[in-house]
């Protein structure tokens, strides 16, 4: 161990000292059974709920692990009691899901103790494929995920990045995945979604295949009630409701400050009322945010006994200009490609913008650039002597784009 992570660690250790006492009652919780469960119950001071027809019963928040790289993080995690981990076939290009096997797996040997989800990405030029490519192309990568994660079997396997209803309902899709269920490879299946999530959530109520939905919900939705309806519907149907993205970690909240609301922003206030607010809604089981440091899992980890807002949480969510700058958040809904004269993925590139810019994470970044053709997702900005991309909700297109050109192109 480095002296610095062991520094960060001995720091976060005498922090989290009146936490872990509570916590750590969790021990070895296992998952249940699905009938008869109570939606939420509390066991060791923990909110624990129940993932909807899976029966699992997990505590409210998990860890989403695409950013970490720190194997002590993982597993300190485990031991202040989260119980479900978050991760993908290409996450750090596999080295993510070796190191929750390594860690949980092979270190801990808690395999029996946490809810492990992966996510096979088939991406948007190679969903037309033959349909036999496209299933021999998931036999391959989840045998190769379960090899990586030291497991004979995932306990979610999402189809990853699905923002057109028409990819849930592909054949080849439903085939593979029911596929890897019925081997027990994946003991029950589901898609993450992060843009378009109304009406590709609509579309897996009409199909009902998929056990689990891993989508995005944070403070800039909170007008937006025909999704919160839909998710509504999506749990009484039995489906289980992940949430990621619940921190809104976007440059929004770095411009132009206030000075009487900069406290809020530069302290654990801004997360911690971020997540409780989405973990209110009762038809999310879980939320899985992406902390990469034992300060922020600190400032998650309590967010497990109480879901109560103190009084300065309340202050800064009724707070007018919170709410404004919320309302200047992208929601990767797609209206602002009609006003760019190219026609350009621009939800997606500003997504490619939040992995470098709020998550520091450029890896990703580039990654998921590549996924969209690299330098040519963004090739018809030279012929443009200034943007003419327009939100509705007042994000400043052109300068993302500016930006990302400047660090990944």
Known sequence: MSEKRAINRRKFLGAAAGTVAGMLTLGGYVPGSAQNQKSEEKSGGLIIRTLGRTGYKIPVVGMGVMNADNPELVHRAYELGIRHFDTAYSYQRGRNEEMVGKVLVEELKARDKVIIATKINIRPPQRSLPAQQIKDMHRRMIDESLTRLRTDYVDILYSHDVSDPEWLKNP????????????????????????????????????????????????????????????????????????????????????????????????????????????????????????????????????????????????????????????????????????????????????VHMYASAYGNLLQARETLEELGGKKAMAACENCSACTARCARGVNIGRRLEELKAWLV
């Open 172 to 351: 080849a899709l439903i085939e593979s995945l029911v596929e890897i269920k019925e081997q027990k490879k994946a003991r029950f299946i589901g898609f993450s979604t992060h843009q378009n999530m109304d009406s590709v959530i609509k579309t897996a109520l009409e199909l009902k295949v998929y056990d689990v939905i891993l989508t995005t919900l944070n403070y800039s939705l909170f007008d937006y009630t025909d999704y919160l309806n839909t998710l509504k519907k999506a749990a009484a149907q039995g489906i289980g409701l992940i949430a990621m993205k619940t921190q809104c970690q976007q440059p929004w909240y770095r411009e132009g400050q206030p000075s009487e609301l900069r406290r809020f922003y530069e302290g654990p206030v801004l997360h911690s009322a971020l997540l409780k607010w989405v973990l209110r809604h009762e038809f999310i089981t879980c939320a899985v945010p992406g902390f990469t440091t034992f300060d922020q899992l600190n400032e998650d980890i309590r967010v497990m006994n109480s879901l109560d807002y103190t009084d300065e949480e309340k202050k800064f969510l009724e707070d007018k200009m919170v709410k404004t700058q919320m309302a200047a958040v992208c929601r990767l809904c797609g209206q602002c490609v009609s006003t760019c004269p190219a026609r350009l993925n621009l939800p997606d590139l500003l997504r």
